[in-house]
DNA sequence: ACAGATAAAGATAAAAAACTCTTAATTTTA
DNA sequence: TAAAATTAAGAGTTTTTTATCTTTATCTGT
């Protein structure tokens, strides 16, 4: 498995998804938004129901209704959505997986995977949901084969 | 949870308490290292089963048997008693946990994400077990309150 | 050769994560 | 106001991960 859960890949695929393809406005399905990311669609419907909750994306329900991100959604750092979905223990957890391990009382990983950690955390807090905007209307990036 | 598996949190730990505890060319048992790394014994037992499968550790049955390291296995980088747990995802997979992922049709995460998978790849290959010891021995790091 | 100590193996259980299905609530539009 | 479209919510199911328990095989010292 990778260094996310699998609810967070679809989290974060699914916010990229929902903030490219409504940029202009619009709303998009949560069948559209499973097909266009390749994940299970009622899964993924949880997802966004907690990501809602959460305010990190919004959604309207009846017709024409769907998901969209407002200008304080596209905002939002991606450490947000992670941190949504994982929690912190990504950014504040120890490598070995000890409680105690801190500064002063350190596991024999610490030093080193401090540095790891903490270029996660930046990586994910210096960049906003729209930042990959562009890349993906250019079509340099994209989200499914 | 943190990047690595609780299964492979186990495994580090274990590794490192064996090579700390085996420098003088003992040998120590289940019960003990399950004890000194803070982990369910019988799951622990099974973990090292495949690491000794693996060669990652040597174990040795009967009356004074337990687990070691020889002089190969202490040379081991963290990488390989990673791999041999939680597989080589970590060092090759998508952020986002695409399948078609890579240099040519990369997702949006991917320069991003190839930087911080690179530098986990190079910790973990950069150490072998044997040069945790040292600070294991001063008492400068600890593998358990 | 026997008793005891130990890891190996196998079978099972519990918990968590991933996924599915059904129904309810809300909104729009005709 | 009724029908249709849509997300929200709730209640499962399946799969994977984590953990436990029991039995077997192997080794050592006497």
Do not use: W
């Amino acid at each position: 498995m990778g260094i996310f859960s699998k609810t967070c890949e679809y989290a974060m695929r699914a916010v990229f998804f929902i903030a490219h393809r409504t940029a202009e406005g619009g709303k998009v399905g949560i069948k559209e938004i499973a097909e266009g990311i390749d994940s299970p669609e009622h899964f993924l419907a949880k997802i966004l129901q907690d990501l809602s909750r959460r305010n990190i994306v919004k959604s309207a329900k009846g017709p024409n209704g769907g998901f969209y991100m407002d200008n304080i959604s596209l905002k939002r750092r991606l450490s947000e959505v992670v941190e949504a979905v994982d929690g912190n223990g990504l950014f504040t957890g120890c490598g070995l997986g000890l409680h105690y391990c801190s500064e002063t009382n350190p596991c024999p990983l610490h030093n080193e995977f401090k540095v790891i950690r903490n270029q996660i955390f930046n990586m994910l807090q210096n960049t906003t949901i729209e930042d990959f905007n562009e890349d993906l209307n250019l079509g340099i990036t994209s989200l499914k084969k």
